[in-house]
């Protein structure tokens, strides 16, 4: 069956809340204009409606989206909208509202998870299941790096390019990455289709007419990073590399604060790290007792290919091959058609085409389908964008780490992981910790 989504919003509130976006659109409905011929072609007529209202002028909708920059409410009844200046919050509850009716659409089709039983109430300073408390704003100049133009770090861009206070932000997107021309750019909520060339110039655009100083480069993180004059980054850094080698190479950047953005199905986090300092690094999720988790267990873990056939692959640099996507395909479940296009392309590409998805069942017998959900990487992109923002107001940051399961509802506060015990990790090295110390004493 098929939901059609509308969604209402007072006359009021059009220009605060779209004074300045990346799409350039004037009103929700050209937005959805705009981006409607991306989705799917739907093969049956919809069946029932379901109104999204923004703000509390209107009586008759089914969801309610209110708050502010820093406070998020999602709830069944009208709920005010304050004033924004980049409406960071806003985002995360577009996002938890569009997970509130993901679930209400495929909980009853075998998804596993929970609706929410009462308004969420949640904020973007302490992450607790309040208001946000009110704290005195300080303008600061703040280094920014954008580590992987994919599906979250162009969120975060996203986010920022919504924003009216980037004044003081200078940025650098890091992504040696093109656009695929035969990939739909679904899974980029940022992304219009038309996009192409180098994803970091593409982001690096987007944060220059959002007001920041922004620069690209099309490389890799290593030779980004051994290509400064100096060692270290005296800002933030925001990392969605997601692969093995890649986290390593970002804790080696020796940045003043990273935070690392991770999506895996449906659940996302966002941790800060300060490499030497006690708590956990980009790098010690990846370090157990034993040996040091590899980039092969992980793509085997992802993809459900041997490690054997995986190992060979990286070694070889050879392209996927009709085998190895056909056994992907029966071990992940997935419908024919889901990975079209992936024989003759790199393993990277498939692990990336798996990324942000859960999988549901309408029966015990029947293998699990695949569904894309999008609205999980612009949630975590929200968070980061909230991150930068709030160092760029020196206000405090996030408190270690949040986490967030759309397939559940927001949680009461924050955790904090304890760095890897082994000495195995890189945050042991005695010369990063004397790095560190020297460069942010």
Not at 11 to 33: C, F, K, Q, T, Y
Not at 315 to 328: F, I, K, S, W
Request: aromatic share 4%; proline share 6%.
């Amino acid at each position: 069956r098929l939901t059609h989504i509308g969604v209402s919003r007072g006359a009021d509130l059009l220009s605060s809340l779209l004074e300045r976006n990346p799409w350039i659109v004037e009103s929700v409905a050209s937005g959805l204009d705009v981006l409607a011929r991306l989705a799917p072609t739907p093969t049956v007529a919809a069946d029932r409606d379901v109104i999204i209202a923004v703000g509390d002028d209107i009586s008759d909708a089914s969801w309610w989206l209110g708050g502010d920059d820093w406070t998020l409410l999602v709830a069944r009844q009208p709920r005010p909208v304050c004033a924004v200046h980049h409406g960071a919050a806003l985002h995360l509850g577009a996002a938890l509202l569009a997970g509130e009716i993901f679930k209400e659409e495929l909980l009853p089709l075998g998804m596993v998870g929970h609706r929410a039983a009462t308004d969420v109430v949640w904020n973007l300073i302490d992450y607790r299941l309040r208001p946000a408390p009110s704290l005195e704003r300080v303008a600061e100049n703040l280094a920014l790096a954008v580590l992987g133009g994919g599906s979250v770090g162009s969120s975060t861009a996203g986010v920022l390019g919504c924003s009216d206070s980037n004044e003081g932000i200078s940025a650098v997107v890091v992504d040696p990455d093109t656009f695929d021309p035969v990939r739909n750019p679904f899974r980029y909520p940022l992304a219009l289709g038309s996009e192409s060339g180098y994803k970091a110039q593409w982001l690096r655009d987007t944060l220059r007419s959002a007001g920041c100083v922004a620069e690209a480069a099309n490389v890799p993180v290593k030779q980004w990073a051994t290509g400064s004059p100096e060692p270290g980054f005296n800002g933030i850094v925001v990392s969605s590399v997601d692969t093995v080698d890649g986290r390593l190479e970002v804790a080696d950047v020796l940045p003043r604060t990273t935070l690392s953005v991770a999506v895996r199905a449906l659940a996302l986090h966002v941790q800060r790290e300060h490499l030497g300092d006690g708590s956990a690094c980009p790098a010690c999720e990846y370090v157990d007792e034993g040996l040091a988790i590899g980039q092969t267990e992980v793509y085997a873990q992802l993809t459900g290919l041997s490690s054997e056939r995986v190992a060979e692959i990286l070694a070889t640099g050879q392209p996927l091959e009709v085998d190895d996507v056909d056994r992907v395909q029966a071990q992940r479940g997935l419908t024919p058609g889901t990975l079209a296009g992936m024989v003759g392309r790199r393993i990277q590409d498939l692990v990336h085409r798996l990324y942000a998805a859960t999988e549901i069942s309408t029966t015990p017998a029947q293998r699990p389908i695949q569904v894309n959900a999008p609205h999980v990487s612009w949630a975590a992109g929200s968070i980061a964008a909230a991150e930068v923002l709030k160092a760029a107001s020196g206000l405090p940051l996030v408190d270690r780490r949040v986490e967030l399961d759309l397939a559940g509802v927001p949680q009461d506060g924050t955790h904090q992981h304890p760095a890897d015990r082994s000495g195995r990790c890189l945050c042991a090295s005695p010369v990063r910790r004397r790095w560190m110390r020297r460069l942010y004493p």
